[in-house]
């Protein structure tokens, strides 16, 4: 049963860099087919797509968000991971790790528990 | 603003059968781009109802089917159950925005 997991510091500065990695248990990363995901939920606002990278290392970013962003990938860990700068009270929410379908299904048909990122000096 | 606006509350009794729309624009869902729908329940993974409109994954019963028509969309849940409570959100593809969007979220209560 394919599984992912987020991880990393549950409390940022504002100003710095938050980093989040997500580790894929149960297939590998390298298998096609699927896009790989970061989605963050506001208490507020709810859902926003931040962005995907494919297993080859090609990204896609959410514009709102593109100027702060980067992700990689790390085939032999099975991971892929996030950098945010600059971080603002506005980046504080749950982020969740998910996979994209890109065949039949088209969507996010699996997601990580999530981890909630506070952003306070 | 969001680019797919949904109720910020529905609700009704065990049993009966309820819907919540996902109204969008030209640029997503009147683009012909697919809607899906997702459950959450606070501290769960979000879990993947329906897909491409009107298509359920295996393990999601059939009191769950989705519509679509010009710039809106629909759930629908029959036979209410309590453990239905929960936010449920649409997504879809927006062009303008080169972005994947998702509705503002419904939370469902189950009287």
């Known amino acids: 049963q394919v599984q992912l997991r987020e991880s990393g510091p549950g409390l940022v500065k504002p100003s710095q860099t938050l980093s989040l990695t997500c580790t894929i248990s149960?297939?590998?990363?390298?298998?096609?087919?699927?896009?790989w995901d970061w989605i963050r939920h506001h208490p507020e606002t709810g859902l926003e797509w931040i962005g995907y990278?494919?297993?080859?290392?090609?990204?896609s970013y959410n514009p709102s968000l593109k100027s702060r962003l980067s992700l990689s990938v790390d085939t032999s860990k099975n991971q892929f991971s996030l950098k945010l700068t600059s971080v603002t009270v506005a980046d504080a929410a749950i982020y969740y790790c998910?996979?994209?379908?890109?065949?039949?299904?088209?969507?996010?048909?699996?997601w990580g528990q999530g981890t909630l990122v506070t952003v306070s000096s | 603003q969001a680019a797919l606006t949904q109720p910020p509350s529905v609700s009704g009794a065990p049993g009966q059968r309820v819907t919540i729309s996902c109204t969008g624009s030209?640029?997503?869902?009147?683009?012909?781009?697919?809607v899906h729908w997702f459950r959450r329940l606070p501290g769960t993974a979000p879990q993947l109802l329906i897909y491409?409109?009107?298509n359920r994954p295996s393990g999601v019963p059939d009191r769950f089917s989705g519509s679509k028509s010009d710039t809106s969309a629909s759930l629908a849940i029959s036979g209410l159950q309590a453990e239905d409570e929960a936010d449920y959100y649409c997504?879809?593809?927006?062009?303008?925005?080169?972005?994947?969007?998702f509705g503002t979220g419904t939370k469902l209560s189950v009287l």
């Open positions: 030209s640029a997503n869902i009147g683009a012909a781009n697919d």
């Open positions: 149960g297939d590998s990363i390298s298998s096609g087919g699927y896009y």
């Open positions: 997504h879809s593809y927006d062009n303008s925005r080169r972005a994947f969007v």
């Open positions: 990278i494919y297993h080859s290392g090609d990204t």
């Open positions: 491409r409109n009107n």
């Open positions: 998910a996979r994209q379908d890109r065949g039949m299904i088209n969507t996010f048909d699996l």
